[in-house]
């Protein structure tokens, strides 16, 4: 049996899936600011007719990291960058780092040794906890990455996060930021991987627990502790795999996840998930995790309204519960309710709620209907901004030249509490069908539950100085003249392969994410060339289900 479990804004769900079905499900609020006690109250309900020994695996989505990152609780952390010369770094992270000596050039040879003065460290005597160090050209050599982070060591740093183990790949700002928002989220994260191992051990779960990560894939908890900021926008991954689970659609479509807090936007094409091309932005900053490409919208079934001289606000701020369950001040749940677009809660609160905006020629219908609709058009905006940013994504294949890169929506797809009432809604003011699946309420936990575990890594070939090295596994090996791709996806292979091993992880094979080759020239002549291949265990869900099981609230 697989047991996932979903931590959200405003509810915590649990499903257990076994065999392609779902036997159970659960739905509880979402305890805050402690999310355990929340996840606990969840196992319990879909475990109490399943022995702890049946399960065979927990995967857990949780809002830790995002939500550490986009409300600014961060540890403070020591950023040391050695960008070489010519290259200035202002403004290009989110502290002001240290810079220190040390350079490794373009062909990863070491120019300049790692070093660092004894007045940048004093500033930081008594904050030692976290650091993170990053090199320009750290892919390509490791070892002044690998010298500074043993200089802050031996200073009393206790957890070193390098630019190099983030990401095989070159942009030195995004492994960068990589290495610092995991730095900084590391003693939050840390604490709840705790408290989660203790807190199954209570319940006698034995079984694997693994993190979802932002492209879709899992990872074991304990790996997950080594690059916490891969647990970032794991809800959104959570609602995308919920949906290839329940039905992924074979034509251009959008999905939107409606929450209590949030609603999660993501585009799909031939019946898969599009990928952002060049990693997730955390806070305007770019970095090295792999996403699809989707939006969190500060918009959901929560969210405070406010009536101005023109128009409604809808969000972004979270007012609690619909006063149609029992909260104190009206929501957009109140409004769908009111409206007869969902059906849930007590509809006569709902339309008080209401009321209490409605203008003295209005009536209560009348002002709903205009908060909802305030609400579409912000969930509109927001589809048409991320319209505009794919259609300026690089071209990089042939099939992009020729057939272009726009995107042009041919379905909605919502799941969520909220989705039978704001997606429908939407799709009559843009004009497009709407599929709201069975087991949409929670999407996210069978997404979970489902997710396939994945590991990434790189491998840099340079057949002129006759090595290759793959940062992530820190590899660096010698390899003959005649080098070719054939032979580097086989290391690669191998390597996965080996670690999911290590891991325990079930693998359907491996993928090749980016592949590129180019000759090295000296005196006029080609004398090799160098080689860039990233590849990853296939993502994805490892089965489709069908029934939704009993739900327990």
Not at 109 to 117: L, M, R, S
Not at 266 to 279: D, I, V
Not at 303 to 331: H, K, N, Q, Y
């Amino acid at each position: 049996m697989l047991l996932g479990i979903d931590v959200g804004g405003t509810f915590t769900d649990a499903v257990l899936v076994h065999g392609g079905a779902i036997l159970r499900q659960a739905k509880v609020p979402t305890t805050r600011p402690d999310p355990v006690h929340g996840i606990l109250h969840a196992l319990d309900k879909v475990l109490d007719t399943c022995a702890p020994g049946q399960v065979e695996r927990v995967v857990i989505s949780s809002t830790i990291v995002t939500n550490a990152l986009t409300e600014g609780k961060l540890a403070p952390v020591m950023l040391a960058v050695m960008p070489g010369p010519g290259m200035s770094v202002q403004g290009l992270f989110p502290v002001e780092p240290i810079i220190a000596e040390g350079y490794v050039d373009h062909r990863g040879k070491v120019i300049t040794p790692a070093k660092i003065a004894n007045a940048e460290l004093s500033a930081f005597a008594g904050e030692r906890n976290t650091a993170a160090v990053s090199g320009k050209f750290a892919v390509r050599n490791q070892k002044n990455e690998e010298a500074l982070a043993a200089i802050l060591r031996n200073s009393g740093f206790k957890k070193i996060f390098c630019g190099s183990e983030m990401s095989g790949e070159l942009n030195f700002v995004r492994r960068t930021n990589s290495a610092y928002f995991s730095a900084a989220v590391y003693e939050k994260f840390q604490a709840f991987a705790g408290q989660i191992r203790s807190s199954l051990k209570s319940r006698s779960l034995e079984a694997p627990v693994q993190i979802l990560k932002a492209d879709g894939g899992t990872m074991p908890l304990a790996a997950a502790e080594e690059q916490p900021v891969e647990a970032i926008f794991t809800g959104p991954a959570a609602s995308v795999l919920g949906i290839q689970a329940l039905g992924a659609p074979y034509k251009n479509a959008i999905s939107l996840d409606v929450g209590g807090t949030t609603t999660d936007i993501a585009f799909w094409q031939t019946s898969l998930p599009l990928m952002a091309k060049r990693g997730a932005e955390i806070a305007a900053y770019p970095t090295a995790v792999r996403a699809f490409h989707m939006r969190s919208l500060g918009l959901g079934g929560d969210s405070r309204i406010r009536r101005t001289a023109e128009d409604f606000l809808v969000g972004p701020e979270r007012a609690g519960a619909a006063m149609a369950l029992g909260g104190c001040e009206p929501t957009l749940s109140d409004a769908l309710i009111t409206l007869g677009r969902v059906a849930f809660g007590d509809y006569d609160l709902a339309r008080k709620a209401m009321a209490s905006f409605a203008r003295p020629t209005e009536t209560a219908e009348m002002a709903a209907a205009m908060v909802a609709a305030a609400a579409a058009q912000r969930i509109e905006a927001a589809i048409k901004e991320m319209l505009h940013e794919w259609s300026l994504q690089p071209v990089y294949t042939v099939n992009d030249v020729v057939r272009g890169t726009d995107f042009i929506p041919q379905l909605l797809i919502g799941v969520g509490g909220g989705a039978p009432g704001l997606v429908s809604l939407l799709g009559e003011k843009m004009g497009l069908p709407v599929e709201i699946p069975s087991g949409a309420m929670v999407a996210n936990a069978i997404g979970a539950a489902l997710s396939r575990p994945t590991l990434t890594a790189t491998l840099r070939a340079d057949t002129t100085e006759g090595y290759y090295m793959v940062p992530e596994a820190d590899i660096r090996e010698r390899i003959p003249c005649h080098f070719s791709r054939a032979a580097a996806e086989e290391i690669l292979t191998d390597l996965l392969m080996c670690q999911a091993d290590k891991w325990h992880l079930p693998a359907d094979g491996v993928k090749v994410i980016s592949y590129e080759e180019f000759p090295t020239i000296h005196n006029h002549y080609s004398s090799g060339s160098i080689i860039s291949l990233k590849m990853q265990l296939k993502p994805g869900i490892l089965s489709a289900v069908t029934g939704c099981g009993e739900v327990v609230f």
